[in-house]
């Protein structure tokens, strides 16, 4: 029997009919990416398309750009999509509002349950924008495919950035609508959340990727550990054909880091040698490991990311923090306390 997607926000949306006839009757924007699909696998745009018609005057694009192809920190320019006859407007960036004055804004994205993630630090800054007009606000809600679980630092307001903006903890355990829901309790929009199922079951359903670099059931499970390297001069695996369940540079004494996860549980690791096309040490062979997930319940992706910092501070000799404002480790864990714990610094950071 054919595998379907689960019942999502926009799959509610489309049958009800109430909703689609006052929307029909109103000027919409969705906020929405190629990625997202409704349960009999249709792109979202051109499903809702088909029901309200001419009311729906444009896409609004996040991090990735429509395509959901765009490597990291673009958004892509506005344009036109063809097949749609609909222009797109970017977010990403220092834009936040350049598209025209509608009466509702639908939000399709799937979130992969981390604060960093910007799909939804986006739509946050997006209803700041708003300033207060009446734009209504509808969410069409996808599972957490991370679960419930919380790990790692609530934000420090001093590191507040696109990569670390709501003030949950870094794993936050919540969906996309759960999330912006709890972010309007300060602003009043007129919002609702058409709600999904609150989780995925890991491999139970096949894995659409929201954006280039997680383009499978592993390296969603394996991010919250693998994207610590963003602040570092160790690849997470970016050009290569296994991004964010493989690490590497070179001369990196991958065999010792290998024996150092042992315990680790939930996770196999294997060495590894690749040369990047792009992003860190491209076109440079590196020395690394491959990492395989053998048990989804057991695997703690936080406190493995963790480790692999420690390890790596402690035995890689060119081991550098990527520079920023500070630091960008700092920026992306939202505190600088993960780094002063690597440092042995004042104390050590626990999941909140």
């Known amino acids: 029997m054919e595998q379907r997607l689960p019942l999502n926000g926009v799959d509610r949306l489309l049958h009800d009919e109430g909703m ?41 694009a996040p991090e990735h750009g429509w395509s959901g192809l765009l490597p990291e ?8 999509d063809a097949a749609l ?18 009466d509702v804004i639908v939000i399709d994205l799937q979130d992969v349950g981390l604060r960093c993630y910007t799909y939804a630090a986006t739509c946050a800054q997006m209803m700041e924008a708003l300033g207060g007009n009446d734009t209504e606000i ?18 420090d307001p001093a590191f507040r950035s696109i990569v670390g903006y709501l003030d949950v903890s870094w794993q936050h355990g919540q969906t996309l609508g759960q999330l912006l829901s709890a972010f309007n309790e300060s602003l009043g929009v007129p919002l609702t959340v058409m709600p999904c199922q609150p989780f995925y079951e890991p491999y139970n359903s096949p894995w659409i990727p929201p954006s280039p670099n997680l383009p499978s059931w592993e390296a969603v499970l394996l991010y919250p550990a693998l994207v610590m390297l963003e602040g570092t001069n160790v690849s997470e695996g970016r050009g290569t054909t296994l991004p964010f369940t493989s690490l590497g540079a070179p001369g990196l004494p991958h065999e010792g880091l290998i024996a150092f996860l042992k315990s680790h549980p939930g996770v196999h690791a294997r060495p590894l040698t690749f040369t990047p096309t792009r992003s860190k040490w491209a076109g440079q062979e590196c020395q690394g490991v491959h990492f395989l997930v053998t048990d989804v319940q057991a695997l703690q992706s936080y406190e493995l990311g963790l480790d692999i910092l420690r390890f790596l501070y402690r035995h890689y000799e060119a081991f550098e923090w990527i520079p920023g404002a500070s630091y960008f480790i700092d920026s992306l864990m939202g505190t600088d306390a993960v780094r002063k714990e690597i440092e042995g610094g004042e104390k050590k950071v626990s999941p909140s």
């Open 85 to 102: 006859g609909l222009p797109i407007w970017s977010l990403y960036g220092q834009k936040r509002t350049p598209f025209p004055s509608v």
């Open 73 to 80: 920190g673009e958004g892509g320019s506005d344009g036109w």
């Open 20 to 60: 689609l006839t006052r929307l029909s009757r109103q000027s919409v924007l969705l906020l929405t990416n190629q990625s997202a699909l409704t349960q009999d696998y249709r792109p979202s745009a051109k499903a809702l398309q088909q029901k309200i018609g001419g009311a729906l005057k444009g896409i609004l």
């Open 138 to 155: 509808i969410v069409c809600d996808r599972p957490n495919p991370l679960g419930p679980r919380k790990a790692g630092p609530k934000l």
